[in-house]
């Protein structure tokens, strides 16, 4: 099936998108982390939101997810690693699954570039952010996992049966760690990298640790990790036309990743338009394959 659009991340910005895809009768698919992970969720309070006043974020969020199952949209729980564009087709890898769309829009919120000093420079050169992809190319090596949430350790387990062995580094708090007796849980926050022509070394807080890669678990994955060819601004946020259009025909951008504000009511609006932008791009699409036929 090839989808009219594939919105990655479930927040204000996404769901909104979606729900207005699904008003102009567009296919959707709505790419989720858990709900816990999203920034609105760990709100206390909001009250900037029009005819919301006190509301928690957990409560709002509920609201716009409750909103979109009125509409039957499809909301996946799976991390999009990477995507390209080939003719007028979107392919996702969301989890090491393969999904088709005719247009996409980014509501990833504001995930940072990079975690680590050094990070970018040593990208495809003893950095990795998928274990699935890139593993293979450390077996029988020393690696260190950065996790930002519980969802990692599903990524370093599957590792720790490639690796010699594996340092295991959690972003999160959790008191008890079950993977196999060659890794080794480090509770150490990691500060930087360093090397010569590849990744030698991960610096902590209070050691050095030796390795021959560092793979880097986020929640969500940077845009410019996510699809080449995305230009931004001086800020590092995504650029966008009036339409939220990118920069690269047929994708689009929503919501913090676009550029403060960083508001729910902004987010809104953006995916509003998003959606909607996205939709003619699809009326248009496919009408155009239609007289090729």
């Not at 000093?117 to 274990?131: D, K, L, P, Q, T």
């Not at 699935?132 to 969802?151: F, H, Q």
């Not at 580094?169 to 079950?178: D, G």
């Not at 929503?254 to 998003?274: F, I, N, S």
């Amino acid at each position: 099936m090839i989808y009219d659009c594939a919105v990655i991340g479930a927040g204000p910005a996404g769901l909104s998108a979606a729900i207005n895809l699904a008003q102009t009768n567009r296919s959707v698919i709505v790419f989720a982390t858990k709900e816990e992970d999203s920034a609105i969720y760990k709100a206390p309070e909001i009250n900037n939101y029009l005819g919301f006043f006190g509301v928690s974020g957990k409560e709002l969020l509920r609201s716009f997810y409750d909103h979109a199952k009125k509409y039957n949209i499809e909301i996946v729980n799976k991390k999009v690693i990477n995507f390209y564009k080939s003719g007028n087709i979107f392919t996702i890898n969301a989890s090491n699954e393969f999904y088709e769309a005719y247009s996409v829009i980014l509501a990833i919120g504001t995930p940072k570039k990079t975690l680590l000093e050094n990070e970018a420079e040593f990208v495809g050169r003893g950095i990795s952010y998928c274990a699935v992809c890139d593993g293979m190319l450390y077996k029988g090596r020393v690696i260190a996992v950065v996790g930002e949430s519980v969802e990692a350790e599903e990524e370093a387990e599957y590792l720790s049966e490639l690796a010699k062995k594996l340092y295991y580094i959690p972003l999160y708090k959790k008191n008890e760690f079950h993977f196999k007796d060659n890794v080794e849980v480090i509770l150490s926050r990691p500060k930087s990298v360093s090397g010569q022509e590849f990744v030698n070394a991960i610096e902590l807080e209070d050691k050095i640790l030796s390795v021959d890669g560092i793979f880097i678990i986020r929640k969500t994955m940077p845009a410019d990790q996510l699809i080449y060819g995305l230009e931004f601004t001086e800020e590092g946020h995504i650029k966008v036309d009036k339409n939220m259009q990118t920069s690269i025909e047929g994708l689009f951008a929503a919501g913090d990743c676009t550029g403060r504000p960083y508001q729910v009511a902004k987010a809104v609006g953006e995916g509003l338009v998003a959606g909607l932008s996205a939709s003619s791009y699809v009326k248009r699409i496919k009408e155009a394959l239609t007289k090729k036929d």
